[in-house]
């Protein structure tokens, strides 16, 4: 669903917390999500090690989903190419050297045809990227510091996913905002306040008996409150 600002819901649960030594049947058990989000850290851009290419790739025919990776890892340009079959490769913005390098980066993935999303840790400002936004198909907006699952939802960084819509909606783009950290039914529904397109949704899915009526319940509480 779409709001009429062109603001969208689509849930991406994240593999992170599911059971590794059955990845197969987990992504089978969220079958109500459009997407499925796959975390790969470094153990260096991030305190956390998750696991790389040749276990993310394992995925690729096994769903129709879309297929979206996040790199927590340091110089992704040299990783990239690693993930060009994946739907979309999102990079930090810290990793990359900033947002000229992001740019390019976003560039060449776009031209292996693959989209390019670029992430904001909780304390990196999103106004340098906003004149750029026409070159990414995703900004990821880190509701925590990136590395874990569990934690607990910084309200704040709403703001700059405020800042993110306003100009998205002003220029007419097809940009997508999502938000990963701690999202739930209840910050789903700020989240959603705010103008987030895309929830991405660890614990809060893996973590129930039944994985599906957990994603429509964060469905149902962010298509309530799109664009309030
Ligand atoms: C954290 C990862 C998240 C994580 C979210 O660094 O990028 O995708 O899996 O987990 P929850 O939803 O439990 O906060
Ligand atoms: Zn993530």
Redesign the pocket.
């Known amino acids: 669903m779409s709001t009429a600002n062109g603001q969208q819901t689509i849930i991406a649960p994240?593999i992170?917390?599911a059971d590794f030594s059955a990845l197969g049947a987990e992504v089978g058990a969220i079958s109500d999500a459009e997407w499925v989000?796959i975390?790969v850290?470094d153990g260096h851009f991030?305190p956390?090690l998750s696991f790389g290419a040749p276990v993310a790739k394992s995925l690729i025919g096994k769903t129709e989903q879309f297929l979206d990776v996040?790199l927590?890892i340091e110089d992704p340009q040299r990783w990239v190419k690693e993930y060009t079959d994946f739907d979309n490769v999102t990079f930090h913005v810290e990793a990359a050297g900033g947002v000229e390098e992001s740019v390019a980066l976003a560039r060449a993935l776009r031209a292996a045809g693959t989209k390019a999303g670029v992430s904001v840790k909780p304390n990196t400002p999103v106004e340098p990227l906003l004149e750029h936004l026409a070159e990414f198909d995703l900004v990821l907006v880190?509701s925590?510091?990136?590395?874990?699952?569990?934690?607990k939802?910084m309200p704040e960084v709403l703001d700059k996913v405020r800042a993110l819509r306003e100009r998205i909606d002003a220029e007419g783009l097809e940009t997508l905002i999502e938000i990963?950290?701690?999202?739930?039914p209840e910050t789903a529904v700020q989240a959603a306040a705010a103008g987030v397109d895309v929830y991405?949704?660890?614990?809060?899915?893996f973590?129930k008996e039944d994985r599906n009526q957990a994603i429509g319940e964060i469905r149902a509480a962010a298509e309530a409150n799109a664009g309030a």
């Not at 990963?180 to 739930?184: F, H, K, L, V």
């Not at 991405?200 to 899915?205: C, E, F, L, Q, R």
């Open positions: 994240s992170l917390a989000h975390d850290m991030v956390n996040h927590m880190m925590v510091e990136p590395g874990f699952g569990g934690q939802f990963d950290g701690g999202i739930g991405v949704a660890g614990s809060s899915v973590g």
